[in-house]
């Protein structure tokens, strides 16, 4: 028997480097199509980062523009020009009534009483601080008697900074002074006569209701009330207020001076009464 060896067969050199080059250049098309897979993705992930910082976007400025619908005219104001000149009856601790003279200085602060009284007063209140109601309660018929004698100058500040209504309130009296001055004491003390409970759910046309039945007759008070024209006045007396110190209601200064605690209506009896003798 004749044994017979098979050769093995020897694939061609240019066969051999024709499948390493098949095989590299399906390597660099896969590395190609992961490249290019991770670039699509990127640039999704960018469109989508883009569609969604629009719709942000636009949500920011359509909400913007529903607060200003709504508040603009509580934080900005239709009008923050407020004049007055003219006189005010004041009335006496005797009954009688005195005519003073009643200006709005700087658009926020109510001057009542001669300019060359000898005591000037600053008087900062809320119409929605339960504390300033009882004050006004204890003293106001002080603080007018001394008016009307000559013997002090108060300049009224309405602030807020306890509840929202006070704000309409003060709105409310902004209107009364600007269009019908001599209303101003009726109407500050009926303000602080509502009760809480009843101003809490009001708004600028309750508070023109409340100014008819307080005596106002001036129908552009009345109209500038209802429309909310001195909404933004509070705020703004409010910031110059926190300015100049104060951080509570009521706060007093006399003659510049702040007072620790409000003066009571015998203090300031008294300290009208020693700034009047000129001790």
């Not at 660099?28 to 991770?38: D, F, S, V």
């Not at 108060?154 to 807020?160: D, L, P, Q, R, S």
Request: negative net charge; aromatic residues 6%; hydrophobic residues 40%.
């Amino acid at each position: 028997m004749i044994s017979r060896t098979m050769t093995p067969v020897v694939e061609p050199e240019e066969s051999r480097m024709a499948d390493k080059n098949r095989e590299h250049i399906q390597k660099l098309r896969e590395e190609a199509n992961a490249i290019r897979k991770q670039e699509e993705a990127r640039a999704k992930r960018g469109r989508v980062l883009t569609q969604v910082g629009i719709i942000v976007g636009a949500v920011v400025v359509l909400g913007a523009i529903v607060l200003l619908a709504v508040f603009g005219s509580t934080w900005f104001g239709k009008k923050i020009e407020i004049t007055a000149d003219g006189t005010v009856a004041v009335g006496r601790l005797d009954g009688s009534t005195v005519e003073q003279p009643i200006e709005v200085v700087d658009n926020s602060a109510i001057v009542v009483g001669a300019a060359d009284a000898p005591v000037k007063i600053d008087y900062y209140f809320d119409y929605s601080c339960p504390h300033c109601v009882d004050y006004h309660e204890q003293t106001g018929a002080v603080y007018n008697d001394l008016v009307a004698s000559g013997g002090a100058q108060v300049t009224y500040h309405a602030i807020n900074i306890v509840a929202p209504y006070g704000a309409e309130a003060a709105a409310a009296i902004a209107a009364t002074v600007a269009n019908e001055p001599g209303a101003f004491f009726e109407v500050h003390d009926g303000l602080f006569g509502i009760p809480a409970e009843t101003q809490t759910g009001w708004g600028p046309a309750d508070y023109a209701s409340a100014l008819g039945q307080l005596g106002v007759t001036n129908q552009q008070a009345l109209a500038d009330t209802t429309n909310g024209e001195f909404s933004s006045w509070a705020a703004s007396n409010t910031t110059a207020a926190r300015a100049a110190g104060v951080n509570g209601t009521p706060t007093i200064f006399i003659d510049g001076e702040i007072q620790q605690t409000p003066p009571d209506a015998a203090t300031l009896m008294g300290l009208v009464g020693t700034a009047n003798t000129g001790e």
